[in-house]
């Protein structure tokens, strides 16, 4: 396993090398069948596999998701797995599927609800041949409900949970904040804990189940706080009028003199005054902090202040100390801060800058993920050799014309 490849993208990189040097990882020795799909169901896999578990990806035989219209190395949510392409509408495609699902500890799909059923690999049927298979499901509305089996994206689980109209400027449509909060948050990261919980509790019962992952239970999950504050009054100014939205003064982003941008979050009254004396403001000179009435004030002065200089001025006089201050950084930017360098944040593979494997972990560290291959490129045999398949499966497999 090679050292830290972050020093590839950053030369003065000091990181020790340990974070990444690691084959193993907290989950090696679990293994995982994802059937291919995009969004939050590639990232749940990756997630999985970053932390040491054996994936296999089994693709369709036709170029049917959005990573097929780019090459692969570019489809970075697909790294760290094994692949096996099958033409899932032949009988002996599902058995040979239903043979993997037999070894694994855990499924992933993301298919509209109904589907895994028809193709013959629904729950019941997996659970009969590995009664502790721990079956992830990844949809947007969720497995049951009225609206359980239209299309929908991203955008569109978020705007039914309250999370869309929460984002954006007073006075400005909602804000669609890429697919973090639908696809990624609510859905890859839950549908990973509620996997990981799920196979922990099937040690002790010897019984698998269903996890049900819908984007809108958790992306409605993720604002829980923001509920509670909503119940509380905390949160009755509408849109880009509350403490977290930008109706604040003090937890906004400000333009510089170059037309760049830093961000400031100086909530707490300590933190409030730490950045008022590093910038020279009296505080006397602005109303109470807490006064939403007379917020805007204090926004103009803050917006004529941050102008007198460039991004990285500011970012020399108060980066790394209580003002709650950081640069607001571009993806081409980020991968290049002394902070982001010095932890190793981002790696190369294959000539792509990407994040690691997070979190971290200090005795089972996670090692350096595998640049994701096209479709079928896997080494076909090895996989199967590895899951535990005879070579006369393997043969019977490639004689059918099962695998190449």
């Known amino acids: 396993m090679l050292a830290c490849d972050a020093r590839q993208v950053h030369p003065d990189c000091t990181v020790p090398p340990s974070h990444y040097t690691s084959p193993m990882g907290p989950l090696s020795g679990l293994k ?48 760290n797995r094994r692949t096996l392409k099958l033409d899932l509408k032949r ?30 690999l629904g729950p019941e049927i997996c659970f009969a041949r590995n009664p502790k298979l721990v079956f992830g499901r ?30 954006g400027r007073a006075g400005a449509p909602p804000t669609p904040p890429l697919n973090l909060v639908g696809d990624f948050g609510g859905g890859a990261l839950y549908l990973a804990m509620g996997m990981l919980a799920a196979m922990i509790e099937a040690r002790t019962s010897g019984q698998g189940q269903v996890v049900d992952a819908a984007m809108v239970d958790g992306a409605a999950s993720l604002m829980t706080a923001a509920y509670g504050m909503k119940a509380g009054g905390l949160m009755e100014g509408g849109r880009g009028g509350n403490m977290l939205d930008s109706g604040a003064y003090f937890y906004d982003v400000y333009e510089c003199s170059d037309g760049k941008y830093v961000s400031l979050a100086c909530i707490e009254p300590k933190f409030h005054a730490e950045f008022l004396t590093r910038v020279g403001i009296d505080p006397q000179s602005l109303p109470s902090q807490h006064d939403r009435a007379n917020w805007n004030v204090a926004r103009e002065k803050f917006t004529e202040i ?92 490639k004689a059918a014309g099962l695998i190449a």
């Open 32 to 79: 995982i069948v994802e059937f291919a799909g995009i969004g939050p169901g590639p990232m749940c896999a990756m997630l999985l596999a970053d932390m040491g578990a054996d994936v296999l990806r089994i693709d369709r035989t036709e170029a049917a998701d959005v990573g097929s219209r780019r090459p692969a190395k570019f489809d970075i949510l697909r790294r």
């Open 91 to 120: 009988p002996d495609a599902i058995a040979l599927a239903l043979d993997f699902v037999a070894k694994a500890d855990g499924l992933v799909e993301g298919f509209r609800p109904g589907v895994m059923e028809r193709l013959g």
């Open 138 to 167: 990844m949809t947007g509305w969720g497995q049951e409900g009225p609206m359980a089996h239209a299309a929908g994206h991203d955008l569109n689980y978020i705007a039914l949970t309250g999370v869309l109209d929460s984002i």
């Open 306 to 397: 941050f102008r007198t200089r460039t991004r990285d001025e500011w970012t020399t006089l108060l980066e790394g100390t209580d003002a709650c201050f950081a640069p607001v950084m571009t993806m081409n930017e980020a991968p290049h801060h002394p902070h982001m360098a010095a932890r190793g944040t981002f790696i190369e593979l294959d000539g792509i800058t990407q994040p690691g494997p997070a979190p971290r972990f200090s005795r089972t560290p996670a090692g350096i993920p595998t640049a994701p291959d096209a479709p079928g490129q896997d080494n076909v045999e090895k996989n199967m050799a590895d899951w535990g398949f005879a070579a006369a499966a393997v043969e019977t497999a």
